[in-house]
Every structure is written in C-alpha cells, then in structure tokens.
C-alpha cells in the first residue's frame, strides 16, 4: 500500500485544491492541468474561486503565480488524496 511519503515528492502528478479569494472569470481550457473551477460564496458575501487541478510541484507554483498575477489572495492549498 503506497503511503502519503511515496506518492507526495517534486515531480509526481497528484490532484490538489486551491482556493483563492476573489471572482476569476476564466474556462478550464485557458489553465493548463485544470480539471474544473467553481466558485462558492464564503460569509455570504466574498466569492471564492476553487480550482481543482492534477499537477506536479513545479505546475502547482505556476497556477500559485497566475492567480496572484490575477491579483486573488490564495486562501488554501490542499492534497486531496486519491
């Protein structure tokens, strides 16, 4: 049975969540290793944008740098195990 350690290094490609405040208006096919985006209102008044996407380290920084770029602050990064 692999274990968390096994399956969580720099260059294997694991599905993680990642919520950041703020509307982004974008379709899957615009982010590369995006599986889907949706959006859900936190205190009943912010929308948080929450992408679900199957990526390495190194395309999980990108994404990171995009939605900063896109000026949202990053609430959550999560593994989500398969």
């Given at each position: 049975m692999k274990t968390i350690k096994d399956e969580l290094t720099l260059f294997n490609a694991l599905r993680y969540e990642i919520r950041a405040l703020g509307n982004l208006e974008i379709h899957n096919s615009e982010w590369d290793y995006v599986e889907s985006i949706y959006?859900?209102?936190?205190?009943?008044?912010?929308?948080?944008?929450?992408?679900?996407?199957?990526?390495?380290?190194?395309?999980?920084?990108?994404?990171?740098?995009?939605?900063?770029?896109?000026?949202?602050?990053?609430?959550?990064?999560?593994?989500?195990?398969?």
């Open positions: 959006h859900r209102k936190m205190d009943g008044i912010s929308i948080v944008t929450i992408l679900i996407c199957i990526v390495d380290q190194a395309a999980l920084l990108g994404i990171i740098r995009r939605l900063y770029n896109h000026g949202l602050p990053i609430i959550t990064v999560r593994f989500l195990e398969t």
